[in-house]
Each structure stands twice: as C-alpha cells, then as structure tokens.
C-alpha cells in the first residue's frame, strides 16, 4: 500500500512538473515572439528626416481658399441618374482658373473624361520609367442642412476648421492633388517619372462614367502603373484600442458587394380577418434571421491578420503579447473584434437591412412586402458563396431574392520589400507625419474608384493623408464634416514629397540605423 502510494505521489509529481516545463515552454515562446521575434516588416530604405516642403504664408492662404472654393461647389450626386452635372461643369472651370501653372504646362495634357470627370497626363522627363497614378473624386453625397452646425456647403471656417460636405471625402484630395502639383511647378519642378491624376465625377454612385471610362482609356492605351493611389484608409489617432500613438493604415483591398432585393407576394384582405401570416410579417421573420446569424468569422483568412501582426509591438501590455502571439489566442481575438461593429467590418461579411416598404393603409392586408439588404464582402469569400449562404439561411421559398449588382473583394495588393509603391508610400508618411512610426497594411471596408483600374495595376492603395480621430469617421458622409487646416497642410506637403519621391530609379538597401516596422 505504502509502495502503491509513494509512486503514485511520484508520478503526480513528475505529471505536475512536465506541466509547469510545458507552460514555462509556452511562456517562454509567447515572450519570445512578443519581443524578439517580430512579424516580418517593410524596411526602412532611407533614414528618417526632419520635415518636408515648407510653404510660404502666402501660398498657406492660397491653398486653404482654393478648398474652400471648391467645397462650395454642390457637387452632389444622388444615383447614376441624378447628379448636380451643372455644379460638376463649374468644377471644372473652377480647377481651370485656381490652377493656372497645372493647366499652362508643356508637358501636362488635360482631357475631360465622360463629360465631367478628368485625367492629367503629366508627361516625365525619363520615358523609361513605369508612371504612377494619383486617383480621387469631386462628387459628394447629399447634405441636408438640418443638424449642421454650418451649411454643408458655405466652407464656413471656426476655430481653424472648414466645415463642408466633401473636406474628408474627396474635394480635399481632388484638390490637393493638384494643389501641390501647381506648388511644384512654380518651383520650376518636371518630375522624371511620368504620372496620372485622375478626379471622378461619380464616384459615390458606382463611378461607371467617370472613374471607369478612365481606366477604360488608359487600358486601351496599353499603360501600365507601378502602383495607384486612391482614398480609403487615413491615419488613426486613437481609433484603434489599445494603441498610443497614430497609425498609419494603407488598405491593400477592398470588400466586395452584393445587394439583394427580397420579395414576399401573398393575396391582400382585409385587416379585420387577417392570415396567420402575411407578407409582412413572413418577410419581416427572413430579415430576423439573416441579422440573428451572421455570415461566418473570418478572421486570419485576410489583411486583418497582417494589420494586427504589424502592429503588435505597438500595443500595450497585456495586448502585445496577444497580438503577437496570434497562433495561440487568434479565437479570443476574433470574438472581442466580432463585438464592435467598426471592427466586426474587418473580420466578416456584414449583413445590412436598408430598405423595408409594405403597405398602403391601416386595414388592409398588403399583397407585397420588399426589403433591400446589403451585404459587404469579405476578400475570403466571392459574391456566389454569399448569396448561396443567404438563400440557405432564409431558407424560404415564398421569399423570392433577386440580385441588385454585385461585384467580388478587389485581390490584395502586394506588402513586400520589393514593392516600389509601398516604400515610397512608406518614405512620405514618415517624412510627414512625425508622431507616426507604424505603417501598416489593411482593408477599406466601403468601395472607391480605385476598383476599375485593377487591369493597369495590382498594386493598389488606398490611403488618405489625414490625421483622423474617432470624432471625425460619422462625419464622413456625416454631419459637420470638417477639415482641420492644419490637417490639409500636412495633406498637400505629403502629396508634394510624394511626387518628389517617385522620382527615384531604384529602391536602395536597407537603411542601417533604421529600425523596421
């Protein structure tokens, strides 16, 4: 017995000390990653300067009237049928006498592009080199005046401000763009590497007469581009949990979309002998069910993986270890970003009801009930898988669904050491934006032009050079959209170093006193 009793306290105790080797092992392997072995990251080709383009108080006033100019421009567009086409024409007059230099230039071609939109030719002093392209719009969604704080379109300028439908999305980048090339050109500036700048009339409803017909023209063309620029991302100031300093988020993709129309027909009658159910009440169970189960989390089969791992060192602690050890809590990482709506964007496909309509009196039994549902796509899954999951999780047949329009997740542009694009992107920002040490990849969760040029490039980006904080995301499309004026500066000396940058011919070696990030 005393025998029988002794092994067995030596077997627990050999059990229990293989147990604390096995977590000391996994301690140690967490800590290791956490701390040494780092995600792989984009070197640093060139040491980090001081500053950038300095801009004279003249040209300072110059470039923040120039916005508000074109912010008082209602540029609206509502759907493809219904745009303010007498606002897009002033536009381009208005670019026309605010820029001259841009418009005079030998080797700048301007043409008018599906009536209203535009596409700069700027013509680089070495052929040889692959052009780029610099891509935004000048339409704006609808801004009813109730809730603003200023009318959405009088630029009103408070407290270093421009308030306006458009200062976030996209007349800033519209503008600036060219603003900072017309800063270059006075500076007697020809770029070597020849570029595109493209400003969309119809961006916010789809873009097929402008963004579209642009990349039709260069595609027949036969030009190539290194890489492409568009809006999309921005640099977050406190947006993201966990996370001191400002990031820098480029969107290397973006979601796909399929909107559905869903459509119940049952007899109508009258309210006072009703059905056991009506064509309201059986739709209305269908829209239940696709909000109550969700399309499936995807976390780890996209960008957002590499958005988390790139920033891992970033975090603070406990949270750096967790993120730098996606292996082992990727489940509870997953099910704490399902719980947000901003970051259950990123790890999903979203189910959005947008349109409910039945009914035509108090006492009558409708024959018909409609709904819209738009869902926005993971770049895991394609438009057919979505629509497959849809009609198995409705699982009715009195409910017919028809397809609106549909289009897959953009493919994911390349994060690598060898792509030109991501270190010049990576060079200006540092260059700019002091505060900012991270530069990380991710995934724009709406749409935007850049998805028509994917036959002229893979390497798409999608980053707008603001300092956005979380106050400022439900202005976009929002009330009290603004700029900071500050913020726009920053945004044209980007745009400017940008330009300059790409002038390169080679990417060099690592630098060896920078660290990576």
Same mark, same amino acid.
């Given at each position: ?9 030596? *077997? ?37 300067? /001081? ?34 086409? #007498? ?7 208005? @670019? ?17 592009? /599906? ?7 700027? !013509? ?37 401000? =421009? ?37 969309? %009339? ?13 990349? *039709? ?51 109508? /009658? ?21 909000? !109550? ?7 780890? %089969?996209?960008? &957002?993986?590499?958005?988390?791992? %790139?920033? *891992?060192? &970033? ?16 489940? @509870?990482?997953?099910?704490?970003? *399902? ?25 009558? =039994? ?5 709904? #819209? ?19 198995? #999780? ?23 050491? !060898? ?28 749409? #935007? ?10 390497? @798409? ?21 603004? @700029? ?6 920053? !945004? ?26």
């Amino acid at each position: 017995m005393a025998g029988g009793s002794g092994r067995r306290r030596v *077997a627990a105790w050999a059990a229990g000390l293989g147990l604390c080797a096995a977590l000391l092992a996994l301690l140690a392997a967490v800590l290791l990653r956490a701390y040494v072995l780092r995600a792989p990251a984009i070197p640093r080709l060139w040491a980090r300067r /001081g500053g950038t383009a300095a801009f004279s108080a003249g040209e300072r006033l110059e470039l923040k009237e120039a916005l508000r100019g074109a912010i008082k421009i209602p540029t609206v567009s509502v759907s493809p049928e219904d745009l303010n086409t #007498t606002a897009m024409a002033e536009f381009g007059n208005y @670019i026309r006498e605010v820029f001259p230099a841009v418009f005079s230039s030998k080797f700048i071609q301007h043409e008018i592009v /599906g009536k209203y939109s535009h596409l700069f030719t700027v !013509q680089g002093s070495n052929p040889e080199m692959m052009p780029y392209m610099l891509l935004a719009h000048m339409d704006v969604v609808p801004a009813p005046p109730e809730g603003w704080d200023f009318p959405p379109f009088s630029a009103a300028e408070h407290e270093g401000f =421009i308030y306006g439908r458009g200062t976030l999305d996209n007349k800033n980048s519209a503008i600036g763009i060219l603003q900072a090339l017309e800063f270059l050109l006075r500076r007697n500036y020809r770029p070597r590497r020849s570029f595109y700048v493209g400003i969309g %009339h119809d961006e916010e409803v789809f873009g097929q007469k402008g963004a579209m017909k642009i990349a *039709a023209l260069l595609e027949a063309r036969g030009v190539k581009l290194s890489f492409l620029l568009d809006e999309g991302s921005a640099i977050l100031d406190g947006i993201i949990a966990g996370v001191k300093k400002p990031v820098a988020v480029i969107a290397i993709t973006e979601k796909g979309s399929i909107t559905l129309n869903f459509t119940v027909e049952k007899e109508p /009658g009258h309210s006072s002998f009703p059905p056991t159910e009506t064509s309201i009440g059986i739709l209305a169970a269908a829209m239940s069910r696709l909000e !109550q189960n969700p399309l499936r989390n995807l976390f780890g %089969h996209g960008p &957002e993986l590499m958005t988390m791992e %790139h920033l *891992a060192s &970033e975090f603070r602690f406990p949270l750096n270890l967790i993120m730098s050890n996606l292996w082992l809590f990727s489940p @509870i990482v997953s099910r704490v970003l *399902a719980w947000k709506p901003s970051t259950n964007a990123l790890i999903r496909t979203t189910t959005a009801v947008t349109m409910f309509n039945a009914g035509i009196k108090i006492n009558v =039994i409708p024959s018909s009930a409609k709904a #819209t549902v738009n869902f926005r796509i993971h770049s895991a899954e394609k438009a057919t898988e979505v629509l497959e999951m849809v009609k198995n #999780t409705v699982a009715d047949d009195r409910v017919k669904i028809d397809v609106v329009e549909a289009f897959d997740p953009l493919p994911i542009s390349p994060w690598d050491d !060898q792509t030109f694009g991501v270190h010049i992107l990576q060079r200006t920002i540092l260059d700019t934006f002091l505060d900012v040490d991270s530069v990380v990849p991710g995934t724009c969760i709406g749409n #935007t032009d850049s998805r028509h040029f994917t036959n002229v490039t893979n390497a @798409i980006y999608r980053f707008n050079p603001l300092l956005l904080k979380s106050d400022d995301l439900p202005r976009i499309h929002g009330l009290n959209e603004r @700029i900071s004026v500050e913020n726009y500066e920053k !945004q044209i000396k980007f745009l400017f170093q940008l330009i300059k940058n790409c002038d390169i011919d080679e990417l060099p070696e690592p630098h060896a006193n920078s660290h990576e990030l």
